[in-house]
């Protein structure tokens, strides 16, 4: 898990030519401007999905992994806190290929992530996104999926 700001987007562009596709992708492309939906970037390979929504209390959230893609999940507005663990620490459920979403249950920690901020996620990470820090807000997020 890396949590950081566009700013120090560059630092992590020797981690891979896609993942360096989608943190120039965000710090080059209006985004309060992107409609909401998905965006091709290259392909399959880097894409984005524009979201809004209702951050929600712990109770509502739900533990996640992916196998095929990378999340670099950017808080565009808003504020929200984000879950974060290592696979090994929790509870592994079913893995869905096509929706590439593998749940999990187990415990974890937590970031609060504002406006300007990152939380990049790889495989053997588990994330709760969306969380509510006090009371729900109004979060608008452009989650980039890097193939891993």
């Keep these: 898990m890396i949590f950081d700001t566009l700013d120090n987007a560059p630092l992590y562009y020797a981690c891979g030519k896609r993942l360096e596709k989608g943190l120039r992708f965000l710090a080059e492309t209006d ?64 893995y869905n290929e096509e929706k590439d979403m593998l749940p999990a249950e187990g415990q974890g920690d937590f970031v609060t992530t504002p406006a300007g901020t990152f939380v990049i996620f790889h495989p053997h990470d588990v994330h709760m996104p969306g969380m509510a820090i006090d009371a729900p807000t109004r979060v608008r997020k452009v989650v980039v999926k890097v193939r891993a």
């Excluded at 712990?58 to 196998?67: I, L, P, Y």
């Excluded at 095929?68 to 459920?93: H, N």
């Design 31 to 94: 985004l309060a401007k992107l409609p909401l939906g998905k965006l091709a970037i290259d392909g399959s390979d880097v894409y984005a999905i524009v979201q809004e929504y209702d951050s929600k209390p712990r109770d509502k959230g739900a533990w996640e992994a992916h196998r095929k893609y990378i999340d670099i999940q950017y808080i565009a507005a808003g504020l929200e806190r984000m879950g974060f663990a290592s696979i090994k620490q929790v509870k592994p459920g079913a």
